[in-house]
């Protein structure tokens, strides 16, 4: 049996500064009940064509999705692209067409975390692996509804005006005193986010 196992990979120490994107979309089970199979089939499909479309078109690139979360990466120097592109996804999921027609209004949480990951093909798709990714998940399920989290280091590196802290988090597996910041509305404010 042994001989059947892949070998494991060596260490890898090739790590990868990112800034990484999760968006999740609220109530999710709530519209699969309200509306019909198809409906919500055709609706999780728009909405994930278009967060990965935004996302690219921000210079990111989607990790993975899965139901009605997706989670994105970009170098962390461009970190400013990044937290735009989750400001940009609130906006592109409460303007989806089919979702108007179905008379149904959407929101998302989002959490941005940056930090060293390792990158890696998985079953044909890249992945990234490390606390960034953890964090990033942990900080989108602590936000409200139409809110954006982001950790201190995406926060070190845009302006100042554009972030207020919020009070200390409990995270699962992080402790009870993570600290984070509310992410304010860039849209008045894009081109001051280039840090490149």
């Known amino acids: 049996m042994p001989d059947l196992l892949l070998p494991l990979p060596g260490p890898q120490d ?9 968006v999740d979309l609220v109530g999710s089970t709530a519209l699969a009940q309200q ?5 919500y089939m ?5 909405f994930v064509q278009v967060m990965l479309l935004s996302f690219e078109a921000r210079g990111g690139q989607v990790l993975q999705h899965q139901g009605d ?17 989750a400001q940009d996804a609130h906006r592109r999921a409460s303007r989806l067409n089919l979702a108007g027609q179905l008379g149904v209004q959407l929101h ?7 930090g060293p990951v390792l990158m890696g093909m998985v079953g044909g798709q890249l992945s990234a692996y490390g606390l960034p990714v953890n964090y990033a998940k942990r900080l989108c399920d602590a936000a409200r509804p139409g ?3 982001i950790c201190d280091g995406v926060s070190s590196r845009l302006p100042q005006h554009l972030t207020w802290p919020c009070a200390p988090l409990a995270l699962a597996g992080f402790g009870t005193q993570c600290s984070a910041h ?4 860039l849209s008045a404010d894009e081109s001051r986010m ?3």
């Open 147 to 149: 809110d954006t989290l």
């Open 42 to 46: 055709a609706l999780m499909q728009e």
């Open 69 to 85: 979360a997706v989670l994105a990466w970009w170098p962390a120097q461009h970190a400013g692209q990044a937290c735009a592109a």
């Open 35 to 39: 509306l019909t199979l198809s409906h």
């Open 14 to 22: 090739d790590t990868v500064a990112a800034c990484i994107v999760l």
């Open 182 to 185: 509310h992410l304010l509305d």
């Open 108 to 114: 998302l949480r989002a959490g941005v975390s940056a």
């Open 194 to 196: 280039k840090v490149d």
